[in-house]
């Protein structure tokens, strides 16, 4: 007899697979007889079930045709509901999850091989990763009526690491930082994490392409000839820069910088060193809309508000020839400085917007200011300098300092300090938002600084043009300075005719630059 089987007195057996989904009647001849067997009784087979406990899913059709059978035959007579399977829980991770991916370029474009890869990087605020939660599946009935109850299924816990937050009940992994996200499969559970440093073995060539990053980098070898790293936070170069373009959000250190442009503090630490002539030239405007709008109410006062009005123009030359004579100058400050920094700036929104607010502050201040139509035109550019003024500012609440052993034809700047700590630089300009320290020789080039500077030895024996440009509360302190090395002390200029050793340069009470020697070692 078969497993699971029962036998019945008119030759047949009852059959229940595993699982006690089916049900089956086996219907044979009897064992030796003569002549065909007694048939089945319905009522026989019902009992039959009814005593094995078979209630459930019984097909009574199929049940009368196993009754009638005259031969052997098998027939279902139940079938139990199997149970629907549910869904186990699954983590979608919303990020590639390779380090660098390449970038293919589109139809037959030539391929840059410096854009050739991207590192993966998200920025805060990045949903990074999605729980979907398990969902349970529908128990189903056995043929005794019991619920058979579906496959488990499997929990997945999705989990916030370092620089990522849950959002959304726990369903969401959100990045609170920038920087390069990974996520660990363990056992049961999915950790996301933002890593906010990068650390590259070698050096940023052809091979690796350039390096662009939300976080903090290590470069652990060179930045090699026309290659360009970017990073949001900090970075540390262990070797020389060459011939390249970095630029960090935060404070950072490298080797050597040659013939390298390397800005810290982002783009607008390159446009600062604009802020205090910036800040001087929106008062005088401000002045001179006054003297404008003073006018407008004694001529409209006498019956002459509209000829005067028509004839803005001439007042504003009258009083740039006069009272306000100093304009026109500072304008030229303004219009020199926004080219200096221009070359830092370039391709940004913020080279645009310099460039045009210096033409139109030379136009309508310097060159045709017969031609203003309107004190609205003044007011204008008032506005226009005090919305860069505020830019400005709001950015000096992120300093970042930036130190390198040695420069050669390179542009360093930073919103804060930069030091230059080994041989010193050569044909190279600094700026600087805060101080500036070269341990060692600066000859050729200029240092723009927001604080006190300090330079071992500035310029040559052979007068190489070197120059200091710093604000009028700051000093400059020199090791040594050669004949022809400048140094301007807000609007104050100081001209080295003879060499001299120790020297500390400031403006006095009186505003007047004033010099202090101090006895030191000969060099």
Not at 416 to 438: D, L, M, P, R
């Amino acid at each position: 007899m078969a497993e699971g089987a029962t036998k019945g007195a008119g030759n047949f057996e009852i059959v229940v697979d595993p699982g006690a989904l089916t049900c089956r009647v086996r219907v044979f001849p009897g064992g030796g007889g003569e002549g065909p067997p007694p048939p089945l009784s319905l009522e026989e087979l019902a009992r039959a079930l009814s005593a094995r406990g078979i209630t459930w899913g019984i097909d009574w059709d199929a049940v009368r045709q196993a009754a009638a059978a005259t031969g052997e035959e098998e027939v279902v007579v139940a079938r139990g509901k199997p149970p629907s399977p549910g869904e186990d829980a699954r983590v979608e991770v919303l990020f590639p999850e390779e380090e660098r991916i390449e970038v293919l370029p589109e139809g037959s474009e030539a391929v840059d091989f410096r854009e050739r890869f991207r590192l993966v990087t998200v920025s805060p605020g990045a949903v990074l990763a999605r729980l979907h939660p398990a969902c349970p599946g529908t128990p189903g009935t056995d043929v005794y009526g019991r619920p058979v109850p579906p496959p488990r299924v499997r929990e997945l816990k999705l989990l916030a690491g370092r620089g990522v937050e849950l959002a959304e009940g726990g369903l969401e992994a959100v990045a609170a930082a920038g920087g390069r996200p990974v996520a660990v499969r363990r056992r049961g559970m999915v950790r996301v994490d933002v890593l906010p440093s990068l650390t590259h073995l070698g050096d940023v060539d052809m091979a690796s392409g350039n390096i662009v990053f939300d976080g903090d980098a290590h470069i652990l070898g060179d930045v090699r000839e026309g290659m360009r790293v970017s990073v949001g936070g900090r970075l540390t170069v262990a070797g020389s820069v060459d011939r390249a373009v970095v630029s960090a959000a935060a404070s950072s250190r490298l080797g050597n910088a040659i013939g390298s442009s390397v800005v810290v503090g982002g783009e607008k630490a390159a446009a600062r060193a604009l802020l205090p002539i910036a800040e001087k030239l929106h008062q005088k405007l401000s002045d001179l809309s006054l003297a404008l709008s003073q006018l407008e109410k004694a001529h409209a006062a006498i019956g002459q508000g509209e000829l005067f009005s028509r004839s803005i123009g001439a007042a504003l030359r009258l009083l740039l020839e006069g009272r306000f004579s100093a304009i026109p100058a500072l304008v030229g400050e303004f219009r020199d400085a926004a080219a200096r920094v221009a070359s830092a700036l370039k391709g940004s929104r913020l080279e645009a917007k310099l460039a045009a607010l210096a033409d139109g502050l030379e136009r309508a201040l310097v060159t045709m200011p017969m031609q203003v139509a309107g004190k609205g035109e003044l007011d204008r550019l008032v506005g226009l300098l005090g919305d860069l003024i505020a830019d400005l500012l709001a950015s000096q609440g992120s300093r970042a300092d930036l130190e390198v052993a040695y420069a050669i034809h390179s542009r360093l700047i930073a919103s804060g300090a930069v030091k230059v700590s080994g041989a010193g630089c050569y044909n190279s300009t600094v700026q600087a938002g805060g101080e500036v320290h070269v341990s060692g020789v600066f000859r050729g080039g200029e240092i723009q600084a927001g604080g006190d500077v300090y330079v071992g030895e500035l310029g040559s024996p052979a007068g190489s043009p070197t120059l200091v440009r710093t604000v009028p509360k700051s000093s400059v302190t020199l090791g040594l300075a050669w004949e022809n090395a400048e140094v301007w002390l807000g609007p104050k200029r100081y001209r080295f005719s003879v060499s001299e050793r120790q020297v500390k340069l400031y403006l006095n009470r009186e505003g007047i630059v004033d010099k202090v020697t101090r006895p030191g070692p000969r060099r």
